[in-house]
């Protein structure tokens, strides 16, 4: 069977097993009629970025049209990214029980947010979705990729096919508890591409939880592109 589909199947029966407490996942306020997973008062607190952004990976500047600090002399592999929210308060939160604790049912929201983001811009269409692999031993540990789980969410919305050529050849440390100066060394040629032909002068869209210092998402667009790609975006739930 597909993937995708015990996947499906696995979720059903997690919401049979565990049917949903009407609570919200946040402040565990009771939750009103028509409200699901968060209340009214935390969902408003999940607010999409504000422009003016950096016109390369979609940092919030006060000047429109110019370069953050971070893309400012710099070559990126990528040729834009943009993040739905910041990575800080509730959306901090949701993104940490949906990667650390396992909890799925927030993935339908975060790939929500994340299509609207994408609706946004001015961005070509693309050929394929291509999700940030984990390290198999990673995702054995936790049981799941999320980003290929918001791949695959942005996937049914959009239509967009899903490649999964991109993968992870060597485990790295977590960006998140790295300083800035090691991020880059730590994810440098971790990337490869298996079955790279079917990617040959496509415009893909890398699809990642949450865009740091843009390490990541250089690397794996690098690889992508040495594999022939024609152009490499970049789509994330939250920026820090
Ligand atoms: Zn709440
Ligand atoms: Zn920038």
Known sequence: MHRGGIQKISDLLIDALFPEKPCCALCGAK???????????????????????????????????????????????????????????????????????????????????????????????????????????????RGFNQSFLLAERISWRTDIPIYRGLVRTRPTEHQSLLDKGLREANVRGAFAVRNGSLIEGKMLLLIDDVYTTGSTADECAGALRRAGAAGVYVLCAARG
Request: glycine share 8%; hydrophobic share 30%.
């Open 31 to 141: 939750l009103q009629k028509g409200e699901r997973l968060l209340c009214s008062d935390c969902l408003g607190k999940i607010e999409p970025l504000s422009p003016p952004f950096c016109r390369k990976c979609g940092r919030p500047l006060e000047k429109e049209n110019s370069l953050c600090n971070d893309c400012r002399g710099k070559i990126r592999s990528f040729i834009e990214a943009r993040a739905f929210g910041a990575y800080k308060g509730a959306l901090k939160e949701i993104i940490h029980l949906y990667k650390y604790r396992g909890e799925r049912r927030f993935c339908e929201l975060l790939s929500e947010k994340m299509c609207g983001t994408l609706e946004r811009q001015n961005w070509p269409s693309f050929d394929y979705l291509v999700p940030v692999p984990l390290h198999p031993e990673r995702e054995r540990e």
